[in-house]
T-cell receptor
Framework: GAGVSQSPSNKVTEKGKDVELRCDPISGHTALYWYRQSLGQGLEFLIYFQGNSAPDKSGLPSDRFSAERTGGSVSTLTIQRTQQEDSAVYLC??????????FGPGTRLTVL | AQSVTQPDIHITVSEGASLELRCNYSYGATPYLFWYVQSPGQGLQLLLKYFSGDTLVQGIKGFEAEFKRSQSSFNLRKPSVHWSDAAEYFCAVGGGGADGLTFGKGTHLIIQP
């Protein structure tokens, strides 16, 4: 069946611009996770959704980052006023019961 | 706080030789443990997982891992590696649900012909 999909696969933006990253989870998976992968920090957990609700947003790196999920399916991660340190690969994962996470291919974000 | 240590940043193995990648974790409760593999430019593919029960778990591509609670370890093994196994390997720990995964820094596996 279809796995987790993410779009765009690559995004190049200028410093100060806003970007939106999209994640389509595996159909029927109620749990959704966002991670960031960078050379300096490795893989970092950002935020978790159960359905449309994100109970804890403290993992988001700054208040320029926000995330939402609608209809218990698609999620978007928005970064406002991008900075060069935001350059990274952003990975999304979904899970049926919140145990095993299945990852998408990621979005590579480059901030010039 | 939970943490994962993968002591080997790089490992070089000859094709056909056996492989063991080390993983040590720190977690306050019974952990869920995972090994993922990442090829260049790709996402993370699940190799295997441990939740409970038999401490030796089998995964895809001929990999296995053994959970040793007394050593807080979850080492990954393969009896005979193939050139296609060259990739980055990540060990991860979590509690499920809202508890996102904590990853190690990864081990880069190089296969020599």
């Amino acid at each position: 069946g279809a796995g987790v999909s993410q779009s765009p696969s690559n995004k190049v933006t200028e410093k100060g611009k806003d970007v939106e990253l999209r994640c389509d989870p595996i159909s029927g998976h109620t749990a959704l996770y966002w991670y960031r992968q960078s050379l300096g920090q490795g893989l970092e957990f950002l935020i978790y959704f159960q359905g449309n609700s994100a109970p804890d947003k403290s993992g988001l790196p700054s208040d320029r980052f926000s995330a939402e999920r609608t209809g218990g399916s698609v999620s978007t991660l928005t970064i406002q006023r991008t900075q060069q340190e935001d350059s990274a690969v952003y990975l999304c994962a979904s899970s049926l019961k919140g145990d095993t996470q299945y990852f998408g291919p990621g979005t590579r974000l480059t901030v010039l | 706080a939970q943490s994962v240590t993968q002591p080997d940043i790089h490992i070089t193995v000859s094709e056909g030789a056996s492989l063991e990648l080390r993983c040590n974790y720190s977690y306050g409760a019974t952990p869920y443990l995972f090994w993922y593999v990442q090829s260049p430019g790709q996402g993370l593919q699940l190799l295997l997982k441990y939740f409970s029960g038999d401490t030796l778990v089998q995964g895809i591509k001929g990999f296995e891992a053994e959970f040793k609670r007394s050593q807080s370890s979850f080492n990954l093994r393969k009896p005979s590696v193939h050139w296609s196994d060259a990739a980055e390997y990540f060990c991860a720990v979590g509690g499920g649900g809202a508890d996102g995964l904590t990853f190690g820094k990864g081990t880069h596996l190089i296969i020599q012909p």
